[in-house]
């Protein structure tokens, strides 16, 4: 990566992690100064754990978690550690959100309150499900090492599309959760008279969506893709060149299914790594 | 584009425009049947044009204005008639947006309740301040004829990145919309009671992520994008080459930065088709 292309990749890295604490900070700020704090008692503060994990982690550890292939200090780090490392922060957050979850079904159920009932839960479950069966499919297809090259190569451009996706979709239901929980909780001032916890937490969504507007910037440069195990072999005056970047599209992966799966085995790193470059 | 790729294609732009149709249907349906209809007379009936030109215009019309240049019959046609065609019915979601934004002022202001206070209001707003950008813009950069190569090129994977994430940040604030309203508008029996209402407009909101999640997987597909001008002459028994595909990169454009502009203005189509490859 050219030093300035490296600074540009910094500016946005840095600006993305600035942006996701501040988010955090403002979520706990929000339920210790204007709300009932945290606890585990079947009511509001119990109900406050599932803001302050969804932020934590469905956004901020899922957002890092998606970008970490593009650190380029990494880059001298076997691709197997960086899956570990990138698997890891997704289990980090998806046990989060579950236990987000739990909390506000533990306080609808104590409180007699329906579940499911509003669209912010049905397209919240709907990408915690998803998000599961990302989680489950990767491990399968990209850490369990029988898997065979063209089947790990085919589901690129799914893997990382949905991941984004699913992304996406928990940013905008946080989003609608915000709206919801500022119309319940605010009464005298009501949400429309615009108290100034109504201010902060418009705010906090505001973060929010810029926090994901950076993460999404950063994993659809070209120029900012860990080089393949290929590539990087062919530096040129301190930049690595991307001559296999090209190197795989349909055509070349019709042709690998063709291949018997030992030979498509023997192809696995480069085409998984060609794979992810095609989608992007 | 292959057979099969085609066929691809085509099923994913036909469940797109069939999943937009559906959601357009359900929001008429919804203002008819359950709500005041449409009329323009600073009542509910005047708001509602708000959630029916949204759809319309600013969720359907965007999406089919993002995918116009992927479809495959309008390869043939010249690359500025589809930039007009681009333009033309992004301006027509933006009309469409302004005055579905004039409803919903009008009748608030009627009723003395107060504006932009809440997060999709805020949102919302953002959305549609990014968007006359992005479409002045864009109308400067790509259709006035005069603006430089380089600065198309430079500026390509920024329209392309902005488009998509304006079109997400607005389905997310339809989502938020939705959520609102139905708090609003359902009593007796309440949201939280799941009258038939509430899940016929639940499954609007999964209506409008699925048609949103349909457009970003059309415009993402590397194998799908229009040839550029040049690599459309090589073909191959019935394939389109891709053989420029990897011709722009941060190198290529920096050399074309330190060309004299007149010498850039030659290259104008190449650069500006390269960088749209690029950013994908």
Redesign the interface.
Known sequence: M?ME?YRHFLFFLITSILIGFLSILFVLIWVFQWREGLAWDGGLAEFNWHPVLTVTGFIFIQGIAIVVYRLPWTWKCSKLMMKFIHAGLHTVAFVLAVISLVAVFDFHNYKS??NM????S??GL?GVVLYTLQLVLGLCIYLFPMTPAFIRAAFM?IHV?SGL?IF??V??TA??G???K??FALKNPA????PPE?VF??TL??LI?VFG?TV??MV????WKRPSEEASTFKQDG?VS?VT??EL???SFDKATMESSSEAWKRNLKLEEAGLR???
Not at 117 to 120: A, C, G, K, R, T
Not at 220 to 223: A, G, I, M
């Open positions: 050219a292309n309150i329906p009932y509003s669209l912010h049905w397209i709907m451009p599309y996706l996406g979709t940013i905008a989003l609608m915000i709206t919801e500022l119309f949400y429309k008279d615009s109504a937490i418009n969504g505001l969506v507007g999404i910037w659809t440069r070209p120029s930049k991307s970047e090209n599209n349909l055509n095609s989608t992007m």
